[in-house]
C-alpha cells in the first residue's frame, strides 16, 4: 500500500480499487484509538465499494504504519494531569489529524468526500465536518461520541482496556492482551478466537505502538466537549451506534445526533465496539443510502 509524505509526517493508506475512478464518489474510512486501517473489516470496504464507491482508509499518526513520534514520549503522568484539569504540551490535536485526511485527500485529487469514522475516528471525521465542510459531502460517525463528560461512558472493565497499554515485545504476551481487551468490548453474539488471532497477528505484523495510542489519547482528552461545535455542522449526518457498546456507552451516539443538526440516529442491536461481519450488510447499506441522499440533496 502508498504512502504519502506530507513534510511533518508520512501517512500510510489504502484505496479500493486501487486504480481510483473520476465517476465514483469517495468514502473516507478513519479509524480509532491505536487502530491502523486494517481494523476496517474487509468485508466493510468491499460492500462500498460494491455499492458503488471508491473507499479510502488510512493509518492515522502515530498507529500502524503511518509516522509514530518517538521523539514525543508522554507517560500516564500527562494523562492524570489533562484528567484533573491541567495543562500538557500536545505532540498533536485532533484538529490536526482532521486535517490530515484532507491533505490526503488533496494528494489523491480528492474535491470532495464522504468521510466515515470509528470511535476515535468518528471525533475526526467530526473535526472534518466543522473545518472542512466544503470538502465534505456526509459525515458518518460510528460508535464515537460528543466528548462531553456525561455520555458516553465506559464500563468499569471497559476502562480497564482503555487505560492499559497492549505489550509491543513480546508477540505471545501481546496476543494474549489482546484477546483478553477485544473479548471486553467487542460484540459477544459474534466473537470468534480463531478468527480475531489471525486479526490480531495481522495488526501486529502492521505495527502495534502503545506509545502513540497515549498520544492519541491525549489528542481526544484535550479536545474537550464538542456539542456547542458539533451544533454548526451543516454537513449531512448519519451517527451509527451499537446498543452494547462497553466502550462509548450508546449515550453517546444519542449525544452526537442530538448535537449535529437533522442528524439520523442508527441503533444497532447485537453490536459493542466493533463491526462484526454479519452486521456489515446492514452498515455498508446505511452508509451508502446516506451517501447517496446526501449527494442527491447537494446535487
Known amino acids: ?177 489482546a484477546m483478553a481487551s477485544r473479548r471486553v468490548i467487542e460484540s459477544p453474539d459474534y466473537f470468534d478466537e480463531g478468527e480475531m488471532r489471525e486479526h490480531l497477528l495481522a495488526l501486529w505484523e502492521h505495527g502495534v505502538h502503545p506509545e502513540g495510542t497515549v498520544r492519541q489519547f491525549l489528542a481526544i482528552l484535550a479536545d474537550g466537549d464538542r456539542t456547542e461545535r458539533l451544533r454548526a455542522i451543516e454537513v449531512p449526518t448519519l451517527v451509527i451506534h451499537g446498543v452494547l457498546d462497553p466502550l462509548i456507552d450508546k449515550s453517546g451516539g444519542v449525544a452526537t445526533a442530538e448535537a449535529i443538526p437533522g442528524a439520523e440516529l442508527l441503533l444497532l442491536d447485537g453490536m459493542a465496539h466493533d463491526i462484526p461481519v454479519p452486521l456489515v450488510p446492514q452498515v455498508a447499506g446505511a452508509i451508502a443510502d446516506h451517501a447517496r441522499a446526501a449527494s442527491s440533496a447537494h446535487a
Open 1 to 177: 500500500m502508498p504512502e504519502i509524505d506530507l513534510g511533518d509526517i508520512c501517512l500510510h493508506y489504502g484505496t479500493w480499487p486501487t486504480e481510483r475512478s473520476q465517476d465514483r464518489e469517495v468514502v473516507h474510512l478513519v479509524h480509532g484509538l491505536g487502530a491502523p486501517r486494517l481494523r476496517w473489516p474487509q468485508e466493510l470496504v468491499d460492500a462500498l465499494v460494491d455499492r458503488g464507491f471508491d473507499v479510502v482508509a488510512h493509518d492515522n499518526r502515530d498507529s500502524g504504519r503511518s509516522t509514530v513520534l518517538h521523539d514525543r514520549r508522554m507517560g500516564g503522568g500527562a494523562v492524570r494531569r489533562l484528567l484533573e484539569g491541567g495543562d500538557v504540551d500536545l505532540p498533536y490535536t485532533l484538529a490536526d489529524m482532521a486535517a490530515d485526511v484532507v491533505r490526503l485527500w488533496d494528494h489523491l485529487g480528492v474535491e470532495r468526500a464522504h468521510v466515515v469514522g470509528a470511535s476515535m475516528g468518528g471525533m475526526i471525521a467530526q473535526h472534518v465536518a466543522m473545518a472542512y465542510p466544503h470538502r465534505t459531502r456526509s459525515l458518518t460517525s460510528v460508535m464515537s461520541t460528543t466528548g462531553a463528560r456525561d455520555v458516553g461512558h465506559p464500563t468499569e472493565e471497559a476502562t480497564k482496556v482503555l487505560l492499559t497499554p497492549l505489550p509491543a515485545d513480546d508477540l505471545d504476551e501481546y496476543l494474549a492482551a
